[in-house]
Each structure stands twice: as structure tokens, then as C-alpha cells.
């Protein structure tokens, strides 16, 4: 590594061909890593792609390739992702600067996996929920820090994507409670509903919607619980 080399204290990304879950798990890590960079590691999902070229890249802290190519990394946060053979990308900069690493995942761990499929890393935040920008959302909710609208927004895309808007198995109380949570901080759900790759329908948007803003969050026994108020019938497809 030369003297001219910059120092990037922290830098944050996900798994390779990122989906929206993962880029916006990414988003919201800055909101933990407050002075990260991150890097987009690319997609095969065009509407992804525009996504990130036309909104995410202009307002966050992205480097490029290059830039990557001349750093020093001390310390590499990954999310959506715990095996090494997803991020290949950062294989060089494992090997160049031996990186603390941080991994935030909701992808259980499998029984065939073995240890040195998995980074050496110093934290390890896998849980079993439906996207992780869910997990991202309940630290930050843990640790008491404001986010804005944009954060918000980026977050509830991750969720709504990676949840299939609600509807896959994978969905927990967990998700519905972060994405309560968001929409109370006016994330902009007709954005989201442009980013997700499952586009709503208009009703049945406008349906979630009030459900979401109708939830009631409750702490029962250590566990938080959501109950939506709102008669959600218009959702069946």
C-alpha cells in the first residue's frame, strides 16, 4: 500500500447483482457508520440501476471502483449477505487490508455451510426476518437516532422489495412493525411503489398504506407486536 493511498475508515456494501433490499440495508447502515462510504457493487435489475444512478447516487456517499482501487479500508460493514463467495468484490480488499468486518443479514446460517464459507468477522447481526434494512431499522430505532424522510423512504423500498410488499412466508410482525415505523416518518410510499420490483396497484398501494399508518406498535413482554386497526380486505389480489 503506497503513502498516497486515501483511508476510508469505513466503507459499507452488500452482496453482488444487489436487489433493493440490499442497496437500501446499505443506505441505512450510514445511519450506524455515520462517516462510511459506500460502494454499489452493480445489479442485473434495470429499474434497480436507474434507481441508483438517477437518486441514490447523487444524495449518498458512493466511491467508485477507482477510488476503491486506492484505498485503504480499515474497517468493511456488509449487508444482506454472510457468505464470502456473495460479495467476491471485496475479496482484494480482504486480502490488501485486512478489514475489521461488521455483517448485518437476515439469511439464516444453513446446516451445509461451513466456517470458512463465512467472513472472519468481529460482529455477526443475522436474524430471521424479512428484509434486512429491517434489522438496520431496529438498530437505529435501539440506539434513538433521527433519520429523515429520505432514509425513511429508502428503508421502506428495501423492505416492501424484499418482503414481496408483505406477501412472502419469509414476512415477519418484525417487518410490518420497521415499515410502520417508517411510514410514520413520511416515507414517500409512491416512490417506494416505483422502486419495488412488484408495483402494487394503485388500491391495493393506497390499502397498505393505510394500514401501515393505522398500525399500532405494542410492547408484550419484551416483544414488540403489531396490530393494524385498519379493515384490510382490499389487499387480497
Not at 429523515?148 to 414476512?171: H, K, M, Q, R
Amino acid at each position: 500500500q503506497g503513502n498516497c493511498a486515501m483511508i476510508i475508515e469505513t466503507l459499507i456494501t452488500c452482496h453482488a447483482n444487489a436487489d433493493n433490499d440490499a442497496v437500501a440495508a446499505m443506505v441505512g447502515a450510514l445511519n450506524l457508520y455515520p462517516d462510511a462510504s459506500l460502494y454499489f457493487p452493480g445489479t442485473q435489475e434495470k429499474q434497480l440501476s436507474d434507481y441508483y444512478e438517477e437518486v441514490l447516487k447523487p444524495l449518498f456517499p458512493f466511491i467508485t471502483q477507482k477510488e476503491l482501487d486506492s484505498s485503504q479500508i480499515n474497517r468493511l460493514v456488509i449487508v444482506d449477505a454472510h457468505l464470502q463467495n456473495r460479495v467476491p468484490h471485496m475479496n482484494k480488499v480482504i486480502m490488501r487490508d485486512h478489514p475489521e468486518i461488521h455483517i448485518w443479514d437476515h439469511h439464516p446460517i444453513s446446516d451445509d455451510e461451513r466456517a470458512d464459507d463465512m467472513f472472519d468477522a468481529t460482529l455477526i447481526n443475522i436474524e430471521p426476518v424479512g428484509s434486512a434494512s429491517t434489522l438496520l431499522v431496529e438498530e437505529i430505532q435501539r440506539r434513538g437516532i433521527s433519520i429523515g424522510c429520505e432514509f425513511a423512504t429508502v428503508l421502506a423500498a428495501g423492505i416492501y422489495g424484499d418482503t414481496g410488499s408483505f406477501l412472502y412466508n419469509s414476512t415477519t410482525p418484525r417487518d410490518f412493525s420497521a415499515a410502520a415505523w417508517l411510514v410514520s416518518l413520511n416515507a414517500d410510499l409512491s416512490l417506494v411503489s416505483k422502486v419495488i420490483k412488484r408495483v402494487m396497484g394503485r388500491e391495493q398501494l393506497k390499502a397498505l398504506s393505510n394500514m401501515l399508518e393505522n398500525t399500532v406498535v405494542r410492547n408484550l413482554g419484551g416483544e414488540a407486536l403489531a396490530r393494524s386497526e385498519e379493515h384490510t380486505s382490499e389487499l387480497q389480489s
